[in-house]
């Protein structure tokens, strides 16, 4: 009797693994959308920064619009950032199968650097060349980085990966996370010394994304997608013409 009502009372097992599977979905998607919400707000107000002094006139407005140019450059500096941050984003939560409180709040502490970088991007182009804005952007862009780097170490440490994800693969990715951080604390010092070559540095050396990514990302897909459909990445690279058809007996 007893067995009876435990049984009753788990219930059915395989509906209980699609509603937990459900969830785990639902769960992901709600993260993306607050995350992509932030991304997009953040990269928006960087362009409010950038304005025209109102007495300007007609006459005066060229020069106006030339004085700007360490605004312009700061713009192009946090685009570049913030959009690496976005692609790292996607990358990470295409391999990520479930989430748990430390994923939530990591990825909470990351979405609190990225809205707070346009402050540190205005204050660098309103103090053109001071050595102070250039380390209070690159300390707010470490931060952000190591955030990033976290939460990406928290979800593979947790089991939140899909199984299918090889340990080679979380390893390259922690690395590459963690390339920002070390990136932007090796330019500090020229933040203080030369800090509109750091600008440049960070432009050119720190881009959105790079090839060997888009290729990892696009691997990352096809072995996932073969691997729940039966097939061999191997196989599937094949042409046509050269795969091994089935012996008739």
């Keep these: 009797m007893l067995a009876r009502w435990e049984a009753a009372a788990q219930g059915p097992t395989s509906p209980r693994r699609e509603d937990d ?4 979905e639902e769960g992901i998607g709600r993260i993306l959308a607050l995350s992509d919400g932030v991304f997009a707000i953040a990269i928006t107000l960087l362009i409010l920064e950038i304005v025209v002094p109102a007495t300007t006139s007609d006459a005066g407005l060229p020069k106006a619009l030339l004085a700007l140019w360490p605004r312009y450059l700061a713009y192009v500096v946090s685009f570049v950032v913030i959009a690496r941050f976005w692609m790292i984003h996607r990358l990470a939560f295409r391999l990520i199968a479930r989430d748990d409180a430390a994923l939530v709040w990591l990825n909470l502490l990351l979405l609190m650097f ?10 660098l ?6 050595p102070a804005a250039a380390v209070l952007y ?9 955030a990033s780097a976290a939460s990406w170490y928290a979800s593979g440490s947790g089991r939140l990966l899909r199984p299918d994800v090889g340990r080679a693969r979380v390893r390259a990715l922690r690395a590459r996370g963690l390339a920002g951080p070390v990136f932007f604390a090796l330019t500090l010092p020229i933040a203080v010394f ?11 050396v720190f881009p959105p994304t790079r090839p060997t990514d888009l290729h990892l990302l696009q691997l990352m897909t096809c072995t996932i997608s073969a691997a729940r459909s039966g097939s061999h990445p191997e196989s599937m690279r094949q042409p046509p013409e050269r795969r091994r058809k089935p012996r008739s007996a």
């Design 21 to 24: 599977e459900a969830a785990d």
């Design 114 to 123: 990225v809205a707070f970088l346009p402050f540190p991007t205005a204050v």
């Design 125 to 130: 182009g309103a103090h053109a060349g001071s």
């Design 138 to 146: 690159a300390t707010s862009v470490i931060l952000a980085s190591i």
């Design 194 to 204: 030369a800090p509109y070559v750091a600008e440049i540095v960070w432009i050119l």
